[in-house]
């Protein structure tokens, strides 16, 4: 069975940081993603990154503030958040895809996600 586990969120004040960890088991995935949706907004696309990890791909808005880490040993993928502002708040979800391509917006498997709420 495929799973994609987040952990790592929680409550922290503006300027702060966090480590998102999403865990994945059932099988090896190439691309793996991260989205986040705020209350009463869509889903979003944050970061992307590839299978050796030499690409990656961030949304403006966290470009500078967040990095997207694999390691690939333990099927886990990171996302390191600093400089973190309440516009950050939301559901962060993990995703991952098999496919060959390197792939950062249309993920196939999705974790239930992890809240992150960041105070002023």
């Known amino acids: 069975q495929v799973q994609l586990v987040e952990s790592g969120g929680g409550l922290v004040q503006a300027g702060g940081s966090l480590r998102l960890s999403c865990a994945a088991s059932g099988r090896t995935f190439s691309s793996y993603g991260w989205f986040r949706q705020a209350p009463g907004k869509e889903r979003e696309f944050v970061a992307a990154?590839?299978?050796?990890?030499?690409?990656?791909l961030y949304a403006d808005s966290v470009k500078g503030r967040f990095t997207i880490s694999r390691d690939n040993a333990k099927n886990t993928v990171y996302l390191q958040m600093n400089s973190l502002k309440p516009e950050d708040t939301a559901v962060y979800y993990c995703?991952?895809?098999?496919?060959?391509?390197?792939?950062?917006?249309?993920?196939?498997?999705w974790g239930k996600g992890t809240l992150v709420t960041v105070s002023s």
């Open positions: 995703a991952a895809t098999a496919r060959v391509v390197f792939v950062t917006h249309a993920m196939d498997y």
């Open positions: 990154i590839n299978w050796s990890g030499g690409s990656t």
